[in-house]
């Protein structure tokens, strides 16, 4: 992408003569003054704009060309590019309008919306003594003077993409509004002390008892926006937390939570309403936890599922969404970050006629992801794949998919004996979670089928002595189980602004601190995090998955026989070639994908005697 910094050479734009608006024909000039664009293209683009009325911004009209620069390294002109460019040439920051990093209410409070329309500007940040404002009109100037005045704080221009300015301006305006309405509405209707926590409200019920309609318009739109960006944004979880004064509202994008929004108490809790009502959910029940699911689309078209769960909080219901993109399931292996010996390993357990495969890792870990691609894969027309899951996850129509239900007393162990009369050639266990579900499990196993299924554990060997502490014979653990697989995610490197470096004595000393006591060849060259817009500035964008796989050889079945301990099973893995998980981590940092801070992060230490 061009930097602005790359044409400080160049004279700077006089923007403080008679205020006007920008035309094709002025930003052309500057182009051909730069040496970025050839005058003939410049002036045959002009002649077809006066010709046409292009009635776009002139900067739109020129991205639309799909010009390169002239100048070395001959970057591609996009929109983002000459906006850099422009606002280099202004002397002025180019500002990218983030909009989960704007307090849109307190933006939207400087001016009105037609003003801002009328000079094309947009306020984008309120400080105490500054109000940032973004403009795609640098040169007309007249209403800062009157901003001033009003607001009595010093303005600072910023110049930002055009569409960007005219979408915000709309979307921006159009929510604080609605959060306000919203707001508003809800005073009038529950009173003065419709602020008060969960606790202090069940005092209030007998003297103020309407519901605020969770259909109201206002708050669909405020739902509909939060889940449009959190579609946009990659988020793969949505917070919506009660406090006392305000609700917070969280993204979890790529592993890590973000605050980005903080809604008047009254508006948040409609917005729960208004979504458990979507969800199938008890609206009036509000002291226990409850599990519901929405199927939407994104803005793109694409099908999304959204399974939500609530939780009775001190200041009423948080609420989670965890966003499940079907897409997952047509993604292969290589895409979750299995090596090709992984992907071998997997393949081979996977297409046994029979036995017990598990995934393991902690919450968060993707074993999920891994057991619904695996399954999609396996589903084929000749064959019978049931689930039973707690709760459903993605529902999948090559599958047949069962839920649990405690309140009727159908638990895992219930489920798998009643999908046993269902002529299954694979089964899928949620998770085994006590002795009578291992036992069906091994059953289930013993009689032909082919089970997958997940436990919490640290790595793939402790899933063995997990089993054991549960109760299962050891010998029936030697006949049944194929193989187990821990995993991890870590953050992926942005390829768009990750940065080589030659290795310093630091991360050297990382390095063999990951690898201890393995060898392993260190890299020549790491890489950093550096951050762009594409990945919002954190220099990461997506996750991977680190494997480690255990499969059961004779031996080790052997030492299961025998009782061994746990630091044993592991020692004979180590010996016939399981990898583990810090040495996983290892091969993508010494690929360039990730970073030895990532894998220290997530990766347990490598144990061996």
């Not at 047509?330 to 495969?357: C, Q, Y």
């Not at 360039?592 to 990766?603: I, K, P, Q, R, S």
Request: aromatic share 6%; charged share 25%; hydrophobic share 40%.
């Amino acid at each position: 992408m061009m930097n602005a910094q790359r044409h400080t050479s160049h004279k700077k734009t006089d923007h403080t003569g008679p205020d006007h608006r920008l035309t094709v024909a002025e930003i052309l000039g500057f182009l051909v003054s730069d040496g970025l664009v050839d005058p003939e293209e410049a002036n045959a683009l002009l002649a077809e704009s006066r010709l046409k009325r292009l009635t776009e911004h002139p900067l739109v009209i020129i991205a639309d060309q799909k010009w390169k620069s002239l100048r070395a390294p001959h970057v591609p002109l996009t929109l983002e590019a000459l906006g850099e460019w422009f606002a280099g040439r202004l002397g002025m920051e180019y500002f990218h309008i983030d909009p989960l990093k704007i307090d849109f209410t307190a933006v939207t409070d400087v001016m009105s919306s037609a003003y801002a329309t009328r000079f094309g500007i947009l306020p984008v940040k309120v400080t105490t003594s500054e109000i940032v404002v973004a403009t795609i009109e640098p040169f007309l100037r007249e209403w800062e003077k009157e901003i001033e005045s009003i607001s009595k704080k010093s303005i600072r221009r910023v110049f930002s993409s055009p569409p960007d300015v005219a979408r915000y301006l709309v979307e921006f305006y159009n929510l604080a509004r609605s959060v306000k309405k919203a707001a508003q509405l809800k005073a009038q209707a529950g009173g003065p002390n419709t602020a008060l926590s969960s606790f202090e409200q069940l005092v209030q019920l007998g003297q103020a008892n309407r519901q605020f309609d969770a259909n109201d318009q206002h708050i669909v739109n405020i739902v509909d926006w939060l889940w449009q960006y959190a579609f946009e944004q990659r988020a793969s979880d949505i917070h919506i937390e009660p406090r006392r004064e305000l609700g917070i509202v969280r993204f979890r994008i790529d592993g890590v939570l973000h605050q980005v929004y903080q809604i008047p108490m009254s508006v948040m809790t409609a917005m729960t309403s208004r979504i458990k009502i979507l969800g199938r959910m008890d609206l009036v029940e509000k002291r226990r936890p409850q599990d519901g699911r929405i199927k939407t689309r994104t803005a793109a078209g694409q099908e999304a599922e959204l399974r939500l769960s609530t939780l009775p909080t001190a200041f009423g219901e948080k609420l989670v969404m965890r966003i499940f993109d079907p897409e997952v399931l047509v993604r292969n292996f290589s895409e979750l970050g299995f090596s090709d010996d992984d992907r071998a390993k997997w393949r081979t357990m996977t297409e046994s006629p029979h036995g017990i495969i598990f995934v393991t890792g902690p919450t968060g870990s993707g074993k999920t992801t891994t057991l619904y691609s695996t399954l999609k894969q396996l589903a084929t027309p000749a064959v019978n794949v049931c689930t039973i899951e707690d709760p459903i996850e993605m529902v999948e129509a090559s599958f047949n998919q069962m839920q649990v239900q405690p309140v009727i007393d159908l638990g895992f162990a219930e489920g798998v004996r009643a999908l046993m009369r269902q002529d299954p050639d694979i089964i899928m266990v949620g998770e085994v979670r006590d002795l009578e579900t291992a036992e069906v499990t091994i059953q289930a196993a013993l009689t032909g089928h082919l089970v997958l299924s997940t436990l919490h554990t640290n790595d793939a060997p402790a899933a063995i002595t997990r089993m054991l502490d549960l109760g299962v014979p050891p010998y029936l653990l030697g006949t049944t189980v194929i193989g187990v697989m821990a995993q991890r995610l870590v953050r992926v490197l942005c390829p768009n602004c990750k940065q080589a470096h030659p290795a310093t004595p630091e991360d050297e000393a990382l390095w063999d601190r990951l690898v201890a006591p393995w060898k392993a060849n260190r890299p020549a060259q790491f890489y950093s995090p550096v951050g762009c817009l594409d990945c919002r500035m954190t220099g990461y964008r997506g996750r991977i998955g680190l494997y480690e796989i255990l499969t059961l050889s004779p031996d080790i079945k052997q030492a299961i026989a025998d009782n061994a301990e746990v630091a044993k099973i592991r020692d004979l893995a180590y010996r016939e070639g399981m990898k583990p998980l810090r040495i996983s981590g290892a091969m993508k940092v010494a690929a360039g994908v990730t970073t030895l801070a990532e894998v220290f992060n997530v990766a347990p230490p490598s144990e061996r005697n």
